[in-house]
């Protein structure tokens, strides 16, 4: 069989007009007349808010526009949790909650107006470490409980697997939060036209989800207004949740007038999402052989003041939170835990890329613990043909030991022994 793309280099559908510098990023975009925001943000991790005063800020010259909760027609978004407040009411939750946005003139302008904005805060304290968050007598963040969902996975008896070892294994680990640095910044205008639709441009890859929430948060038909994105430079995950959009539609509503926002690399760290801190435990009971009998998994994921896709990201990490091997008996409990830290979000691999650190790194410890070459243990213990995951899912499995004795080729490495490259030639 003959393939016309697999095995060929093909050009991206937009690289001339990337190389020519034709091609038109959120940034690039500019109207007559139009306003540029800035948010006031919280200088606080967890507060009530007493009184927002945004009176001396409006009369700053060349201010047009100021926005807060109270014109936010609903005020909480969130996928799976309607957690979220476009802007902070009640109190805030993590430094980064914006509590008003204005449109000025200029930008210059718009920071002046920032430092005119009065807040009074009633400080609270905060919890930073999602164990301490766990504890009963933990500051809440949200409700009653800081714990935001518990997942659980059960695959066969892992007590009885572990009472018939020859060893146990048992680490922690961790993985830190990662920030997204994506080249462009995140970036939205909004504008209303002649015939009164709202027109939203944002730097997305995930319109239609955008939508879904804008429509709900602006109390506004999807028929009423439309989504545009423009050329993407960068994302890998960090512009798959709603930040700015909402802010820029509003005041564009408000003013009449084009607004259009663009987040400093300050703002991408402070208040756009960043990868979940995990941490995490796993005890694993073998045979002296290798044979893998047990294995029990918990997971902790610091999710931030509010979930967004942190629900979704935690699923996919405990799902495949045992790896790719062969294990009788599988226990896995997750827990998706508030915190007064930064929100965390969608980021390359979502999620798994934490578990695939810790049990791989375990693998690693359980193989050192038995005296056996890493590489030869993973080829008798990886997924066949066929694989079975603890969830009962069927993987056809075949290509991940040719993939291992491939790398291991490249990497000029057969083991300890040289059984891996014997039994490949």
């Given at each position: 069989?003959?393939?016309?793309?697999?095995?060929?280099?093909?050009?991206?559908?937009?690289?001339?007009?990337?190389?020519?510098?034709?091609?038109?990023?959120?940034?690039?975009?500019?109207?007559?007349?139009?306003?540029h925001?800035?948010a006031?943000?919280?200088?606080?991790?967890?507060?009530?808010?007493?009184?927002?005063?945004t009176?001396?800020?409006?009369?700053?010259?060349?201010?047009?526009?100021?926005?807060?909760?109270?014109?936010?027609?609903v005020?909480?978004y969130?996928?799976?949790?309607?957690?979220?407040?476009v802007?902070?009411?009640?109190?805030?939750?993590?430094?980064?909650?914006?509590?008003?946005?204005?449109?000025?003139?200029?930008?210059?302008?718009?920071?002046?107006?920032?430092?005119?904005i009065k807040?009074?805060?009633?400080?609270?304290?905060p919890?930073?470490?999602?164990?301490a968050?766990?504890?009963?007598?933990?500051?809440?963040?949200?409700?009653?409980?800081?714990?935001?969902?518990?997942?659980?996975?059960?695959s066969?008896?892992?007590?009885?697997g572990?009472?018939?070892?020859?060893?146990?294994?048992?680490?922690?680990?961790?993985t830190?939060?990662?920030?997204?640095?994506?080249?462009?910044?995140?970036?939205?205008?909004?504008?209303?036209?002649n015939?009164?639709?709202?027109?939203?441009?944002?730097?997305?890859?995930?319109?239609?989800?955008?939508s879904?929430?804008?429509?709900?948060?602006?109390?506004?038909?999807?028929?009423?207004?439309?989504?545009?994105?423009p050329a993407?430079g960068?994302?890998?995950?960090?512009?798959?949740?709603?930040?700015?959009?909402?802010?820029?539609?509003?005041?564009?509503?408000?003013?009449?007038?084009?607004?259009?926002?663009?987040?400093?690399?300050?703002?991408?760290f402070?208040?756009?999402?960043?990868?979940?801190p995990?941490?995490m435990?796993?005890?694993?009971?073998?045979?002296?052989?290798?044979?893998?009998?047990?294995?029990?998994?918990?997971l902790?994921?610091?999710?931030?003041?509010?979930?967004?896709?942190?629900?979704?990201?935690?699923t996919?990490?405990?799902?495949?939170?045992a790896?790719?091997?062969?294990?009788?008996?599988?226990?896995?409990?997750?827990f998706?835990?508030y915190?007064?830290?930064?929100?965390?979000?969608?980021?390359?691999?979502?999620g798994?890329?934490?578990?695939?650190?810790?049990?791989?790194?375990?693998?690693?410890?359980i193989a050192?613990?038995?005296?056996l070459?890493?590489?030869?243990?993973r080829l008798?213990?990886?997924?066949?043909?066929?694989?079975?995951?603890?969830?009962?899912?069927?993987?056809?499995s075949?290509p991940?030991i040719?993939?291992?004795?491939?790398?291991?080729?490249?990497?000029?490495?057969?083991?300890?022994?040289?059984?891996?490259?014997?039994?490949?030639?």
């Amino acid at each position: 069989m003959s393939y016309h793309i697999i095995g060929k280099r093909i050009p991206r559908h937009d690289a001339e007009q990337q190389v020519t510098g034709k091609i038109i990023y959120g940034e690039d975009l500019y109207r007559p007349g139009m306003l540029h925001a800035k948010a006031l943000y919280s200088e606080h991790s967890h507060a009530e808010i007493l009184s927002i005063d945004t009176t001396q800020a409006e009369k700053l010259a060349g201010v047009r526009g100021i926005i807060t909760h109270k014109d936010v027609p609903v005020n909480r978004y969130g996928l799976s949790h309607k957690d979220q407040p476009v802007l902070a009411d009640d109190k805030v939750r993590v430094k980064g909650d914006a509590l008003a946005v204005v449109a000025a003139d200029t930008l210059e302008i718009a920071k002046k107006a920032l430092k005119l904005i009065k807040v009074e805060y009633k400080p609270l304290k905060p919890v930073l470490d999602p164990v301490a968050a766990m504890a009963e007598d933990a500051p809440l963040v949200h409700g009653d409980s800081n714990i935001a969902a518990h997942i659980k996975i059960r695959s066969g008896d892992v007590e009885a697997g572990f009472a018939q070892s020859d060893l146990i294994i048992e680490e922690n680990f961790y993985t830190p939060k990662n920030e997204h640095c994506h080249i462009e910044p995140h970036v939205a205008l909004a504008e209303v036209e002649n015939d009164g639709k709202l027109v939203i441009w944002t730097s997305t890859s995930r319109p239609f989800s955008f939508s879904t929430q804008l429509t709900r948060i602006l109390k506004l038909p999807m028929n009423k207004y439309q989504m545009k994105t423009p050329a993407v430079g960068g994302g890998f995950g960090g512009k798959n949740e709603v930040t700015l959009e909402p802010w820029v539609a509003l005041l564009a509503m408000k003013t009449k007038r084009p607004v259009r926002m663009v987040f400093t690399r300050e703002e991408e760290f402070e208040v756009s999402t960043l990868r979940h801190p995990y941490l995490m435990k796993y005890k694993t009971g073998v045979k002296k052989d290798g044979t893998l009998l047990a294995r029990e998994i918990r997971l902790i994921s610091d999710n931030g003041a509010y979930v967004g896709l942190g629900n979704q990201t935690l699923t996919k990490a405990a799902v495949h939170a045992a790896g790719p091997y062969k294990i009788a008996n599988v226990k896995t409990d997750a827990f998706l835990v508030y915190t007064n830290a930064a929100v965390g979000g969608a980021m390359r691999g979502f999620g798994v890329p934490q578990v695939c650190f810790a049990y791989e790194s375990h693998t690693d410890s359980i193989a050192e613990k038995l005296g056996l070459d890493p590489l030869e243990y993973r080829l008798r213990t990886l997924y066949g043909d066929i694989g079975t995951m603890p969830t009962g899912q069927m993987l056809q499995s075949k290509p991940l030991i040719q993939s291992l004795r491939r790398a291991a080729e490249l990497a000029d490495y057969c083991g300890k022994g040289g059984d891996a490259c014997e039994e490949e030639r």
